[in-house]
C-alpha cells in the first residue's frame, strides 16, 4: 500500500477481505471440497470487489496467487465466466510491472539473498522478483539449492521439522553468505526460512 501511494498507484484493501481464502491450506492436506468452496469464495468476492472485471485484483502472497490462478476447474460454471473476465495480478507482477517503473529507490542493502518460492518458478516470476531485488541492492544471489519450503499452506506452523529438513542445504548457503536482507513473496515462506537461517 504504501509503495503504491508513493508510485501514485489507487489501490484499496476491501472491507470485507478477512476470512478469505486461496484454499492452499485445505488443498495441502488433500480437503479437496474445502478447497473448492473456499476459492468458488474468493471469486464471488474479487467479481465484487473488481467491479465485475475492470480493476485487477492484486494477490499480496504467491502461494495464494498460483493457487487461484490454477483453480479454475474447481469452479462453479458461473464462477469460471467469472474468472475468465477477471485479472488477478501476483504482487511480484504488479510491484515490478506498475510500481517500479514509477519509484525511485534512494535507500539500497550491501547484499541480498533472493528466496523464489516454488508458486513463483511455476507462474513463470523469477526473473521478475530478481528484478524489483535488484532495484534495492547491487548484489544479489539466489541459493544454488533454493526450492520447496515445504510450508505448504499452514503445515509448517504445525510440523517446523519439515521446513527444517526440506530448507538445509538453501539455510546453509544463506547463512555463509550472510546477506543484509533476504527476500521473499511469500509470508508463510519468510516465517519457515527465517527460522532456520536466522535471517530476516
Not at 487461484?68 to 469452479?75: E, Q, V
Request: aromatic share 8%.
Amino acid at each position: 500500500m504504501e509503495l503504491s501511494q508513493r508510485a501514485g498507484m489507487r489501490v484499496y484493501i476491501p472491507s470485507d477481505a478477512a476470512g478469505i481464502c486461496c484454499g492452499t491450506p485445505f488443498s495441502s492436506k488433500g480437503f479437496n471440497r474445502a478447497h473448492d468452496i473456499a476459492a468458488n469464495a474468493a471469486v464471488e468476492k474479487f467479481w465484487r470487489w473488481s467491479g465485475e472485471g475492470k480493476l485487477p485484483v492484486v494477490i499480496d502472497t504467491s502461494p495464494c496467487s498460483y493457487t487461484l490462478k490454477t483453480s479454475r476447474p474447481s469452479m462453479t460454471p458461473e464462477n469460471q465466466k467469472r474468472f475468465d473476465r477477471l485479472r488477478l495480478l501476483d504482487s511480484i507482477e504488479f510491484v515490478h510491472d506498475q510500481l517500479l517503473p514509477r519509484l525511485t529507490v534512494w535507500t539500497q542493502l550491501d547484499s541480498v539473498a533472493l528466496l523464489p518460492v516454488c508458486s513463483v518458478t511455476k507462474m513463470g516470476l523469477t526473473a521478475k522478483l530478481e528484478g524489483i531485488a535488484k532495484a534495492c541492492s547491487p548484489d544479489v544471489s539466489i541459493p544454488p539449492d533454493a526450492g520447496c519450503c515445504a510450508f505448504a499452506g499452514d503445515r509448517g506452523f504445525l510440523f517446523p521439522e519439515l521446513t527444517k529438513s526440506a530448507t538445509k542445504l538453501e539455510a546453509a548457503e544463506v547463512r555463509e553468505k550472510h546477506p543484509d536482507g533476504c527476500y521473499f513473496s511469500s509470508r508463510t515462506c519468510e516465517i519457515g526460512m527465517t527460522r532456520v537461517t536466522g535471517h530476516v
